[in-house]
């Protein structure tokens, strides 16, 4: 099993529609992260969280927003999707104890809104 | 804050030859810079990294080198190999703070 699994793995969505992508980790981090990735653009911070009650605003976090349910659950919500969210989304994790320890990533969530 | 840049964002090369990957940041107090390689369908994974207080690193044909003076690190990837296919990102990080990547470099190994 993957120890960053994200579902879904695909997703088409229509525009205005609410939907949530989930991502839970068996690594045992605190730290968990949301990015986007666009061609050509890497990837890009959504929100974070350091521990269950800790969330924080990334780079590009307008339309977006989290939930930290458990220290091994992270989801990410589009409230009302629109076309410029269809883009690849990865959930990360990484171990705050070791200074500049690797992020684990998840296989992604390919979201499509049309 | 910091921003990572990547050159270039495609490169080929023949079987057997060898990569070059440039990244370049612009906070002189990032001290830790991995390098991940993510394949078509699958998240990226960790491939080689490099700590400020060391400026080469090699593991068996991939090696990382890091100029801290001109704030530039490179990936090089020896006798290249069809599986080294895939898109190769550079990142930043200062402790504590969250990791900022570079765009992404294509690599395409051609038999």
């Known amino acids: 099993d993957a120890d960053v699994t994200q579902t879904p793995r695909n997703r088409i969505t229509k525009t205005g529609k609410r939907i949530m992508l989930e991502c839970s980790q068996t690594?045992?981090?605190?730290?968990m992260y949301w990015y986007r990735q666009d061609p050509g653009l890497g990837l890009r911070l959504i929100y974070y969280?350091?521990?269950?009650?800790?969330?924080n605003k990334g780079e590009i976090s307008d339309g977006y927003s989290v939930s930290r349910q458990a220290q091994a659950k992270f989801s990410l919500s589009l409230e009302s999707a629109i076309p410029n969210q269809t883009a690849l989304y990865f959930c990360?994790?990484?171990?705050?104890?070791?200074?500049?320890?690797?992020?684990?990533f998840g296989q992604g969530t390919r979201l499509t809104v049309v | 804050g910091e921003n990572v840049e990547q050159h270039p964002s495609t490169l080929s090369v023949q079987e057997g030859d060898s990569a070059v990957i440039k990244c370049t940041y612009s906070?002189?107090?990032?001290?830790?810079f991995p390098w991940y390689k993510q394949e078509l369908g699958k998240g990226p994974q960790l491939i080689i990294d490099?700590?400020?207080?060391?400026g080469e690193k090699k593991d068996q044909r991939i090696a990382v080198t890091l100029n801290k003076t001109a704030k530039h690190f490179s990936l090089h990837i020896t006798e290249t190999q069809p599986e080294d296919s895939a898109v190769y990102f550079c990142?930043?990080?200062?402790?504590?703070?969250?990791?900022?990547f570079g765009p992404g470099t294509r690599l395409s190994v051609l038999p």
């Open positions: 990360a994790t990484s171990d705050p104890a070791s200074a500049g320890t690797e992020a684990f």
């Open positions: 690594k045992g981090h605190d730290r």
């Open positions: 969280s350091f521990d269950v009650k800790d969330i």
């Open positions: 906070d002189s107090a990032s001290n830790y």
């Open positions: 490099i700590r400020s207080n060391v």
């Open positions: 990142a930043a990080r200062i402790y504590g703070q969250n990791f900022v």
